[in-house]
């Protein structure tokens, strides 16, 4: 199985900063993600990381406020621009290797806007 | 569009109790589902999967489910349930092209002791 580091765990930001969340992948993978699960919510995909290309992102989600770095096959990042309240939620990220058989979550990283 | 439709939002019931949780998909090409749960303060664990062959799939901590192509359903099963089950419980979907999960809106499982 992969393992992910998802770094930081958690953090408490000031409204108007931005914060950058690591995604790092013991293991080469096809695909990468990032979620977003607000509080008492279901997991909302905000896009695919594309290696060495923008990110696709979906419907609701646009690069400015979200943009994510895929440099290589192991690694991402995803920044949360220009913070307000409405942003805390956990992030997380996910990878798959050539089929949805392996297909693995990281450890989220819990983030709080005041 | 894929969706997934998680009709029991919050369900209450007590140990030993049998539990059955729904889950219905749209989606009308080849699909890979799962089930996901949240134990309070904790992070996604998957339960089970299924990806191809014995629609009744057995996953961890006594849980399983049955796929039901006519249906669209992948409903989570468990015989009987522990207070430790309580937890929040997730069905989510994805198909081979897209690769990405979309997850239900969750159920809250409350047993009580």
């Known amino acids: 199985s992969a393992v992910i580091s998802q770094k930081p765990s958690r953090d408490i930001c000031q409204r108007g900063t931005s914060l950058t969340i690591q995604c790092q992948v013991d293991s080469q993978v096809t695909m990468m993600f990032w979620y977003r699960q607000q509080p008492g919510q279901s997991l909302t995909l905000i896009a695919t990381a594309n290696q060495g290309s923008e990110a696709t992102y979906e419907s609701g989600f646009v690069i400015d406020k979200f943009p994510i770095s895929r440099p290589n096959l192991t690694f991402s990042t995803l920044t949360v621009s220009n913070m307000s309240p409405e942003d805390s939620s956990i992030y997380l990220c996910?990878?798959?290797?050539?089929?949805?058989?392996?297909?693995?979550f990281g450890s989220g990283t819990q983030l709080s806007v005041l | 569009a894929q969706s997934v439709s998680q009709h029991n939002h919050h369900v209450i019931l007590s140990e030993a109790a049998s539990l059955e949780l729904g889950c219905n998909y749209s989606y009308g090409g080849t699909v890979n589902l799962f089930w996901y749960v949240q134990y309070p303060g904790q992070h996604l664990q998957l339960l089970l999967k299924y990806f191809s062959g014995d629609p009744l799939v057995k996953g961890i901590k006594g849980f399983e489910a049955e796929f039901i192509k006519s249906k669209f359903s992948f409903n989570l099963r468990k015989p009987s349930v522990q207070w430790s089950d309580t937890a929040e419980y997730f069905c989510?979907?994805?198909?081979?092209?897209?690769?990405?999960?979309?997850f239900g809106s969750g159920t809250r499982l409350q047993v009580q002791p």
């Open positions: 989510a979907v994805t198909d081979t092209g897209r690769r990405a999960l979309t």
């Open positions: 996910s990878v798959t290797g050539v089929t949805n058989e392996k297909l693995f």
